[in-house]
């Protein structure tokens, strides 16, 4: 199967959930991120701000914006910037319909403890398929932090198609 042939059958799987089911079964991932050993010990976590079709993650954003250091990407061009968000931070809605931050450019890479990654698919070596524009895969290689991706279990697969550029996660957590 081919990077795009999996990406189009993620979507058919993710139209069998209401919004409203795919929420309630991000609890379990999200419970289970926040139990993990490597998320309690992080102060600064790169998170994401969930698509309608992305486990879920703003209790992580809002119960720990005030207890870690939370970065979110911002989509500028071809690459991805990393803004601080905390209680002051405004956001704005960016070209993807991603909710990014307005908090300040993080940049010191080397400070980032833990990076939680979202995906269309995992598979169990840790390879991650993304929406075909290869923004994390620009990212991932200048971060040294253990990276965790998040997917609902529809999204998680014995192999995926993978490339050289593609980083593979340390781990994945599903649902
Ligand atoms: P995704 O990771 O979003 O699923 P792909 O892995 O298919 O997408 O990559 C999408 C595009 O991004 C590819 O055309 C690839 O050549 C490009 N790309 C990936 N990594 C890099 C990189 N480090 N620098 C420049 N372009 C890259
Ligand atoms: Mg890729």
Do not use: W
């Not at 991000?26 to 992080?42: D, G, K, L, T, V």
């Amino acid at each position: 199967m081919t990077k795009a042939e999996l990406r189009k059958q993620i979507r058919l799987l993710k139209q069998q959930y209401t919004v409203e089911e795919l929420k309630k079964m991000s609890q379990h991932a999200i419970q289970r991120m926040e139990a993990h050993p490597s998320f309690i010990s992080a102060q600064t976590v790169l998170l994401y701000h969930a698509l309608s079709d992305e486990v879920d993650t703003t209790h992580l954003i809002q119960q720990y914006a005030d207890k870690k250091t939370i970065l979110l990407p911002t989509v500028v061009g071809d690459e991805l910037e990393l803004h601080i968000f905390d209680a002051e931070s405004e956001t704005k809605t960016g070209v993807f319909g991603i909710i990014e931050s307005e908090g300040q450019l993080f940049t010191d890479y080397s400070q980032i403890d833990l990076a939680i990654i979202p995906g269309m698919a995992f598979d169990k070596e840790g390879n991650r398929l993304g929406r075909g524009k290869g923004y994390y895969d620009r990212l991932l290689p200048q971060l040294h932090c253990p990276k965790i991706g998040l997917c609902f279990s529809f999204q998680y697969f014995d192999s995926i198609p993978h490339e050289k550029h593609d980083t593979p996660m340390d781990e994945i957590i599903t649902t």
